[in-house]
């Protein structure tokens, strides 16, 4: 086994500790990654504060990663040592099933082996990205272009991904109008993704603040939601409503923003259930989900991105500020998504 450094929970709620944790010898086809940097997620601290239930302690959270190969198995056809890769939040699949098939693994039929807290086949527990190194079959590592730095490129491999599926899903793109619920982690990039496939793109967020920045993301158009009369100016307009916050929302005033035939698309996670009218949807509109995406489209929005310049904006953290950090992020003190230098975990 390779002994690698970690940040480590020891149970929910509980702070982060420096720990040493296995990760298992180099199969045919796995590849070794010293990780360079590693985005945090908000459902990092969901699952590590017991939200979701159903922790595996002690946990290495992580699903953002970037790094470089050092090392690769005997069978290992696709990377070589000093490429620049990424791994966000699949580790294996079934590979056999329809939905492995099709290159949408997250939808696996067997269950996709996650990241971090999760249980692989041989029933071993997953760690993830809060640590030195990983190692991860060939199939679930994706190349990230050169002209993405591994910084910016971390929180694409979950923030970038998941807003990047739905948009291309429902067709977001030149004639129809999209609006993105909350501009944080998720939104900021929504906002920029959907401004590249050549939609009219909408920021709703609680206040004001935000209207500059979401400008130069890309926004053509800006809304405080805190302001009744903005679902009253708006019922009716959008073809697609992509919501990022992981808060409980009145989806039936969001239901209401929807053209005929429209889409609402919800990608954050709120702890409690979200209820809604039928009555609501009665126009053909549709109330909708999606997770993450496959491995190959994961490929593509990385390459997408880097064709179009688009990055997260990231602050750059040592591992000894990754308490301070959740705790901003709950505080919502975050523009617009935390990345840990992980160079700085030995010291």
């Known amino acids: 086994m390779l002994k690698t450094h970690a940040l480590s929970i020891a149970s ?9 944790i296995e990760r298992r010898e180099l199969r045919a086809h796995d590849v070794l990654i010293a990780i360079k940097f590693s ?7 969901h699952q590590a ?6 922790g595996i302690f002690p946990m290495v959270p992580g699903h953002e990663i970037a790094g470089i190969v050092t090392a690769v198995g005997s069978h290992v056809s696709v990377y070589s040592v000093g490429d620049r890769v990424g791994v966000g939040c699949l580790v294996d699949s079934c590979r056999m099933c329809e939905y492995c098939l099709s290159g949408e693994e997250q939808y696996c039929k067997r269950g996709a082996v996650y990241t971090y807290n999760a249980l692989d086949y ?15 079959d060939e199939e679930y590592v994706v190349r990230i272009p050169d002209t993405l730095g591994l910084d910016a ?21 030149s004639g129809m109008k999209v609006a993105i619920v909350g501009m944080g982690g998720l939104g900021h990039l929504g906002v920029q993704i959907a401004h590249a496939m050549g939609a009219s793109v909408t920021v709703l967020s609680q206040g004001e603040n935000k209207r500059e920045e979401a400008f130069r993301f890309g926004a053509d158009h800006y809304y405080a939601t805190r302001n009744q009369t903005t679902f009253t100016e708006l019922a009716g307009t959008f073809d697609l409503i992509l919501n990022t916050v992981s808060a409980n929302l009145d989806i039936d005033a969001y239901l209401s923003l929807l053209g005929v035939g429209g889409s609402l698309i919800n990608v954050g996670l709120p702890a409690e259930p979200v209820a809604y009218h039928t009555f609501s949807i009665l126009p053909r ?18 390459d997408f991105c880097a064709e179009h310049g688009i990055v997260p904006q990231i602050e750059r953290i040592r591992a000894d500020e990754v308490d ?23 010291q």
């Open 12 to 20: 929910a709620g509980s702070p982060f500790e420096h720990t040493t």
């Open 39 to 45: 985005g945090i997620c908000h459902s990092d601290i």
């Open 49 to 54: 504060e017991g939200d979701w239930g159903g």
């Open 122 to 136: 041989e029933g071993n527990p997953t760690y993830g990205g809060y640590s030195e190194q990983i190692v991860v």
């Open 153 to 173: 490129a971390a929180p694409l491999l979950c923030a970038g991904i998941t807003t990047y599926s739905p948009l291309k899903h429902w067709n977001a793109g």
């Open 285 to 302: 509109k549709s109330i909708s989900g999606s997770s993450i995406g496959g491995i190959r489209e994961t490929q593509e929005m990385l």
């Open 324 to 346: 301070q950090a959740w705790d901003r992020i709950k505080q919502g003190d975050v523009s617009y998504r935390f990345v840990i230098d992980m160079a700085t975990l030995k």
